[in-house]
């Protein structure tokens, strides 16, 4: 367990501490999109989102609203489970599924939705920065479909800071290295008041207490599930008993990538076990 002060801004802690604060939501939008956001709702961290008992949950680390009505769901990714691309896709669904009013049949009144993920690590290996999805037409790439939706992957290690602002290059360093250093470093007023603001986090003592509770919630989980058997003799087991295993985590609410960790598998192996039931 790190310390509260040594947290970075890749930390889904932190990060949801962080942009709770208006403020600092409305600065990485803006640094990221490069035009001014005027947000309508305080950011929602971890938000809960479940459109049937049957199906899996998912959490959205910070989802937000601006005064245009375009929804932002911002993520951050320490490791690279191999499944982001249809990760984002997910998403996106489960906040366009609650975006019309039942009976409402005009479509064009979804909103726009942004679906940004920060994380480590270059997912295309082309060393950008930013790599910006929509839909095109493959047979003429000129041709924009304009559904409204936008998926955008940032790679803290990118190397074509001609291709992009300075000053996000500067944000996607702060958010691996959230350190003061790191503050000093930059240019950017916005980072030198993000970093402001998150000192303040870092040496709350109600946030420190929040930390430490949700420390301890992850650890039961964990301890829960040994007791349970979920983590004991699944190599040797039957696959039909590893498969009730599993189930019934996911009932529970379980992560993916912690059910995927206690039983010392990938999530494509477990999601690979779900799919043959």
């Avoid at 984002?88 to 669904?93: H, Q, V």
């Avoid at 997912?123 to 939706?149: H, P, R, W």
């Avoid at 995927?260 to 076990?273: G, M, R």
Wanted: glycine share 4%.
């Amino acid at each position: 367990m790190k310390d509260l002060k040594d947290l970075n801004l890749l930390d889904r802690f932190l990060f949801a501490e962080a942009m709770e604060d208006p403020e600092n939501m409305r600065d990485v939008l803006e640094i990221i999109l490069g035009k001014d956001v005027v947000l309508k709702h305080l950011p929602q961290a971890e938000k809960e989102t479940r459109t049937s008992p049957a199906y899996r949950f998912a959490k959205l680390d910070v989802w937000t609203e601006d005064v245009d009505n375009v929804i932002y769901d911002t993520e951050v990714q320490g490791r690279n489970t191999k499944n982001l691309p249809k990760r984002s896709r997910y998403y996106e669904s489960l906040i366009d599924v609650k975006l019309l009013k039942p009976g409402e049949s005009d479509f064009n009144k979804m909103n726009d939705v942004y679906i940004i993920l920060i994380a480590p690590f270059d997912l295309f290996g082309l060393k950008k920065y930013m790599y910006t999805f929509q839909m095109t037409c493959k047979e003429d790439s000129s041709i924009v479909l304009n559904d409204g939706a936008t998926r955008i992957f940032l790679n803290t290690h990118g190397t074509n800071p001609d291709e992009v602002s300075p000053e996000l290059v500067e944000l996607l360093h702060y958010i691996e290295n959230t350190t003061q250093e790191v503050a000093d470093s930059c240019i950017s007023t916005k980072i030198h008041n993000m970093q402001k603001r998150i000192c303040d986090i870092k040496s709350s003592e109600e946030v420190s207490v929040r930390y430490m509770q949700r420390w301890e919630e992850l650890k039961m989980e964990r301890e829960e599930a040994r007791e349970e058997g979920l983590a004991e003799g699944l190599a040797e087991g039957a696959q039909a008993a590893q498969l009730a295993i599993i189930e019934r985590m996911v009932d529970k609410g379980y992560q993916m990538e912690l059910i995927a960790d206690l039983l010392d598998k990938t999530p494509e192996q477990i999601q690979e076990l779900l799919s043959k039931s």
